[in-house]
DNA sequence: GCGACAG
DNA sequence: ATCTTGTCGC
């Protein structure tokens, strides 16, 4: 797929904040988009002691969840992991696997925050801006917020709160598991999202999507 | 100032 | 995230 925006990488600190704060305008937070008929998992890992930075996207078939492709992308590491500037770290490995595609994803699943962020741009919310296309964040811990107990079944969530605001949901998945952590990236709704993050999990407690990522990240296959 | 803190 | 095998439990 071709990515047309084009991308600034900051040096500092200073400069990441604020182009966080500039871009979280864009995000757009409810519904936008056509049928869904491929869905996209992404997932990032290191290597060489954290010198080297590995995207791996698969595309499955939506609703089947059939494997149609995968990409993987690999460079230097140049960015420092620091909670809230997670996109900085992993967003460029990211981009390179994206560009790879030979189709083009109509909603992607990203592992880590979407609004639920203290500037409300994580990880999945900058992918959406920068591609232009529907994404969610699917996180297993907690970056800000908190959130009632979830009830133990499947499919039970509650909303989770930071300064007065519902920036996500903690989503059983499934059931005695802990709860993953669903917010809206860009052009989806939080309810639409956490429906497609449902839709996406079969007898794990990760979607399908970062289940097929992850194995492809981590070099098994 | 202190503690928390996605991957 | 990563270092790491078998093992305990539903």
Redesign the pocket.
């Known amino acids: 797929m071709k990515i047309a925006e084009i991308t600034t990488w900051p040096s500092t600190f200073q400069e990441a904040k604020v182009l966080q704060e500039t871009l979280s305008c864009r995000v757009v937070r409810r519904d936008h988009f056509q049928v869904i008929h491929r869905v996209a998992g992404i ?4 290597e060489d002691g954290n010198t080297i930075t590995q995207a791996a996207v698969v595309v499955l078939e939506f609703p089947s969840l059939v494997v149609l492709e995968q990409a993987i992308a690999r460079r230097p590491t140049s960015f420092p ?1 620091v ?5 900085f770290r992993e967003l460029p490995a990211v981009l390179d696997a994206l560009q790879q595609l030979t189709v083009t994803p109509d909603l992607l699943l990203c ?3 979407g609004i639920a ?1 203290p500037r409300r741009f ?2 999945a919310a900058h992918l959406g801006v920068l591609t232009d296309v529907p994404s969610i ?1 699917v ?5 800000v917020g908190t959130h009632d107990d979830v009830p133990e079944e499947r499919g039970a969530w509650r909303p989770l709160w930071h300064r007065e605001e519902c920036v996500g949901a903690a989503v059983r998945t499934r059931a005695k598991t802990r709860p993953l952590y669903v917010s809206i990236g860009h052009r989806i709704s939080l309810e639409t999202a956490i429906d497609y993050v449902m839709r996406c999990t079969t007898r794990y407690r990760l979607p399908e999507t970062t289940r097929h990522a992850d194995k492809l ?2 070099g098994r296959r």
């Open positions: 997932d990032v890992g290191f992991y909670p809230g500037f997670l996109s592992d880590g925050q962020h994580g990880i964040g996180a297993k811990s907690i970056l990240a981590s």
